[in-house]
């Protein structure tokens, strides 16, 4: 199967399933909500009657300024409240995760709620281990590999004449780390569609079958997901260029931004569903 | 400064705020650059690249200016800061760092300086009596970076003494504002170079320390460099003449700058050499001449300024930026001229420091470094505001020039206040700079713009906690303070002086002050004397509460609340020997009857509207100064009060027939050093636009991060 067909595939199956998107939309902006909370609270505070709110910009130095000086005792609590509704959200993403890889990968059949929680509660520890398995692997790829290359660069890097070299040196390391990324993040990927494709309770056998699917057809399988990656950041580009006139005084133009910016939430959140749906078309159809 | 000039300033400000309640700018006429004063040096010194030294021969001739007999001279040896961990600036380093690779010459490049022969002119030799010494205390002991040599007899007053030096010094590898990489040179307090002899004190001359500059007299200087053949030179002073050397492969140039206190150059081969000319009459106009003039109270021929010659090193890979550097330099000496006094000098060269040597960001008499990225932003005013600071600097620390060890903010500050100032008027506000693995990004991501005043307002309220500006630079809590404090907040602290005093009497209590005490050393005494003998006021108090003390400044407005007034009271009140009752019920029927007589409308409300306004911080208003308040009413109308601030609280009646919708204190902006502005205002009306969009953006910056990690899982 071509890359394109399984990305047309995709698109299919979540254009079926809006459901899913639906659910993860309503979860994110809970978290975000209640991780949001106090900072929206001490703006209110402080700026709800304050005719410096009338002025205030979205990023205002001289006001994040104030209240760093201000609240800067209560940054530590702000923050660790903030690290553990993330963790709970990572724990609650990964039980999710069950839900939408298997609805996605049942194509024909519809997202119902019931189906889905049944999906969750039964691939979560499967899909927890492979988390914890993912979290070897991309600390592997970050100080393994990065640090080899590192090593490589700093001699170069050291005997530079002028900035122009470290520059380059340095945009190339990060090129390197998000390309590795990207292929483990891939590589993941894979292992999560194939728990639920080959119905595989052992997370290492089904990385097996993930690596085995990608040695037959590795590059295919990366254009497909940097096809994706790319389309992800245009979908950005148009967003930021839109936000740009939003950005103007004007009630109405407030509320726009802000139906704007849920608008590409859940853009965001349905093409991580499209990552999962296409590369999902894309390996039932290279059975091995 | 002595004491007793001090003392003479006072009477004099007296005397002022006797007769002379607003005058113009005091100027006095500028002392000629030609005058050679009590210090004249002639150095030869000869660059080695390979071995990365200075061999040099130095004559120093010094006048005693004072009424003392001087025994004996104290001699800087900076350069033996980066000698060995043992030296003040090593050690207070690592200490603040927690960590002894703080600093790290790299590549074993230490630096040091050796005087290997001292004498007299006659010959005696003072060798023998020449040893390092530490003045600053036990603290610095195994510092090198001072040494004393004793004289065979004392120096009378007005007596000269003529000492012949020689030295060698090795470049340090790129810890502080001097230093080499590869063949790369910029070389800054790089001779033995005296302190500043005080009457009746002695010899002022402290170590090397981690946060601190320098001091010195102003001199004569005639250096005779000599340096590789194709080495591009830049230097403080005007080039003379040059002699090549064919058998030895080198040039000799010699460089001449009358009353500058320092000498500082750089070599390096692969370097851009650019001159242009500032021509004055194409810069200023004539209206900018009459309006200065007008402003500061002068003849317009007191404000012309002359032309003078810059010079521009490069390196080539910056070769783009050059129209931006001279753009800038050219900003620099029309305002700092314009607005303090002409540039005395014939010259100025810009360095783009050499790469890796450390050495960006300084100044050094009628030359400064600069610096600046390969990929540089339009938006982000960079490498402007350094190039305009470092040239200013010329004028507070160059000719103003105070004791940096022990008054940092006498140059740092007013330089960072004077900044701001030529940045605001030449550019407008710079984009905050983002750049991210040498890539700039705020155009991209549309990052705000400030102004100078704005960053430093805010350093300066998380600085005011910890040190008073006045400190001696090395007694900071840390280098964050000493930078927050001495640059930042004395900065905020001027540009909260200004609005208070307001012009014409700012722009002429600078330019008094500066015009006064070019080619002088000025205290914080001459300054506050000259504020108080311009403006006819004492602001002492305010250099007392806001400079030396530590205590937050911040006024607010506590509540704001307007209350209708009855039309008649409730209860019990005596009329006419009889007791007359008012109740609810009563007053409606007898107000009900009032609206329904023939010709009378509604009856009229009137409000009371109180103002709570709080002194927050512990630092107080003092002399006659007060903050301003404004109270906005519903029907348009405002009033205004003020208040001196001493209390704690105060509160403001007002009964109008509306009701008030804001209160502000402080609505003209004046006190910039206040901490908290969103609480200098309350209004009767909640949640606001901008409000609501801070909080939809924050809330959309929760989902994304959110998103992005899930998207991991
Ligand atoms: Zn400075």
Same mark, same amino acid.
Request: charged share 20%; hydrophobic share 45%.
């Given at each position: ?182 292929? $483990? ?65 004007? $009630? ?37 | ?49 390979? %071995? ?10 010094? !006048? ?28 207070? %380093? ?50 090198? !970076? ?59 001359? #402290? ?44 040039? !000799? ?11 500082? *150059? ?54 783009? &930026? ?70 200013? #600097?010329?004028?507070?620390? =160059? ?26 008027? @030449?550019?407008?506000?710079? @984009? ?39 400190? *001696? ?28 005093? =307001? ?36 602001? !002492? ?83 006659? @100064? ?7 009413? @519903? ?13 704690? *609280? ?13 209160? &502000? ?37 929760? &989902? ?5 990690? =899930?998207?991991?899982?």
């Amino acid at each position: 199967m071509g890359i394109f067909k399984a990305i047309s595939g995709g698109l299919g199956t979540t254009f079926r399933k809006p459901r899913l998107v639906v659910i993860l939309y309503v979860v994110n902006l809970a978290f975000a909500l209640a991780a949001a909370a106090p900072f929206l609270a001490i703006v209110q505070k402080e700026l709800g009657h304050s005719l410096a709110g009338l002025s205030v910009q979205p990023v205002d130095p001289m006001w994040i300024g104030e209240a760093v000086l201000g609240y800067g005792r209560a940054f530590p609590a702000l923050l660790a409240g903030f690290v553990v509704l993330g963790l709970l959200y990572l724990v609650l993403h990964v039980f999710l995760n069950g839900g939408i890889v298997g609805r996605l990968l049942d194509r024909e059949a519809p997202a119902s709620l019931a189906a889905f929680s049944a999906d969750c509660g039964r691939l979560f520890w499967r899909y927890v281990r492979l988390f914890l398995l993912s979290l070897v692997f991309y600390a592997l790829t970050l100080g393994v590999v990065l640090k080899l290359v590192s090593v490589l660069f700093r001699p170069i890097s050291d005997g530079a004449v002028t900035e122009w070299t470290p520059l380059i040196l340095s945009n190339i390391h990060l090129l390197i780390a998000l390309l590795l990324l990207s292929v $483990v993040h891939m590589i993941v990927d894979y292992a999560r569609i194939a728990v639920v494709a080959d119905e595989e309770r052992r997370v290492l056998k089904a990385l097996r079958h993930a690596l085995t699917f990608l040695k037959a057809r590795f590059f295919r399988a990366w254009a497909l997901y940097l096809l994706l990656v790319l389309g992800t950041l245009a979908g950005a580009a148009v967003f930021y260029a839109v936000l740009k006139p939003l950005g103007a005084p004007g $009630v109405g133009l407030v509320v726009a931004g802000f139906f704007w910016m849920q608008i590409y939430v859940v853009f965001r959140i349905w093409t991580r569903t499209l990552f999962i749906a296409a590369q999902a078309e894309f390996y039932r159809s290279h059975p091995y | 400064m002595t004491a007793k000039r001090t003392a003479s300033f006072c009477l004099a400000a007296l005397a002022a705020l006797a007769v002379l309640p607003a005058a113009a700018a005091a100027q006095t006429p500028p002392a000629p650059v030609a005058g050679a004063p009590g210090l004249r040096y002639e150095i030869w010194v000869e660059l080695d690249p390979a %071995a990365k030294m200075l061999l040099g021969r130095e004559e120093i001739v010094w !006048t005693n200016p004072t009424r003392d007999a001087v025994p004996d001279m104290l001699l800087h040896l900076y350069w033996n800061a980066f000698k060995n961990e043992a030296s003040a600036f090593m050690r207070e %380093a690592a200490a603040e760092a927690g960590d002894r690779a703080a600093v790290d010459p790299q590549d074993d490049g230490w630096g040091w300086i050796d005087v290997t022969d001292i004498r007299l002119a006659d010959g005696s030799d003072l060798k023998p009596a020449f040893a390092y010494v530490n003045p600053d205390g036990p603290e610095t002991a195994g510092d090198q !970076t001072v040494a004393r040599v004793l004289f065979p007899t004392p120096v009378r007053p007005g007596e000269s003494v003529r000492l012949r030096i020689e030295f060698k010094a090795k470049a340090p590898r790129t810890v502080a504002r001097s230093g080499y990489y590869k063949d790369s040179f910029f070389l800054g307090q790089w001779y033995p170079k005296p302190g500043v002899y005080e009457e009746g004190k002695g010899w002022n001359c #402290h170590a090397y320390h981690r946060s601190s500059e320098f001091f010195a007299d102003f001199a004569d200087f005639v250096v005779h460099i000599t340096v590789p053949k194709g080495y591009v030179v830049g230097s403080s002073g005007k080039a003379g003449e040059s002699r090549a050397d064919d058998s030895a492969r080198t040039t !000799t140039t010699t460089y001449r700058q009358a009353m500058v206190h320092d000498f500082a *150059w750089m070599a390096d081969p692969r370097y851009l050499k650019i001159e242009r000319d500032f021509i004055a009459d194409r810069e200023v106009t004539a209206s900018e001449y009459r309006e200065t003039a007008d402003l500061l109270g002068l003849p317009v021929e007191e404000v012309r300024l002359p032309d003078v010659k810059m010079t521009l090193l490069i390196a080539p890979e910056h070769k783009g &930026q050059i129209e931006r550097h001279f753009r800038a330099l050219r900003a620099a000496i029309k305002y700092y001229g314009l607005w303090y006094g002409p540039y005395p000098y014939e010259t100025v060269t810009m360095v783009d420091p050499p790469y890796r040597t450390g050495s960006g960001g300084m100044e050094y008499p009628t030359l400064f470094t600069a610096g600046t990225r390969v990929l540089a932003n339009r938006d982000v005013l960079d490498p402007e505001g350094v190039i305009v600071h470092e040239f200013g #600097h010329g004028y507070w620390y =160059g000719l103003a020039a105070n004791n940096e060890f022990e008054a940092a903010w006498l140059d740092e500050g007013f330089n960072t206040y004077s900044t701001g100032r030529v940045m605001a008027r @030449a550019y407008g506000p710079g @984009a905050i700079p983002l750049v991210f693995k040498g890539i700039p990004l705020s155009s991209v991501l549309r990052v705000p713009k400030i102004f100078d005043f704005e960053t430093s307002r805010v350093a300066a309220i998380h600085a005011v906690r910890t040190d008073p500006v006045t400190a *001696w630079s090395w007694e900071f809590f840390d280098s964050m303070s000493y930078s927050m404090n001495v640059y930042m907040r004395a900065a905020t602290l001027l540009g909260t002086l200004e609005n208070l005093l =307001g012009d014409p009497l700012w722009s002429r209590i600078m330019r008094t002050y500066h015009m006064r005490f070019r080619f002088r050393h000025p205290t914080k005494a001459d300054f506050v004397a000259v504020v108080n003998e311009i403006s006819g006021r004492d602001m !002492t108090w305010f250099f007392d509460e806001l400079l030396e003390g530590t205590q937050a400044f911040d006024y607010g407005v506590e509540s704001l609340a307007s209350v209708e007034v009855p039309a008649r009271l409730r209860g019990v009140f005596d009329k006419d020997g009889a007791r007359e009752v008012w109740t609810d019920e009563k007053i409606e029927v007898v107000e009900d009857a009032a609206a329904k007589s023939p010709g009378s409308g509604p009856p009229a409300r009137s409000y009371r509207t109180t103002v709570a306004l709080k002194r927050y911080g512990e630092a107080r208003l003092g002399g006659d @100064a007060k903050v301003e308040v404004v109270v906005r009413f @519903a029907d348009g109308s405002a009033e205004t009060r003020t208040w001196d601030g001493r209390d704690r *609280w105060t509160r403001l009646e007002f009964v109008k027939p509306v009701k008030a919708v804001s209160a &502000q204190i402080d609505p003209r902006g004046v006190w910039l050093i206040d901490e908290n502005l969103a609480n200098n205002s309350r209004s009767t009306d909640g949640l606001r636009r901008n409000v609501v969009k801070l909080m939809t953006r924050f809330l959309f910056g929760v &989902q994304c991060v959110l998103q992005f990690f =899930g998207s991991w899982s």
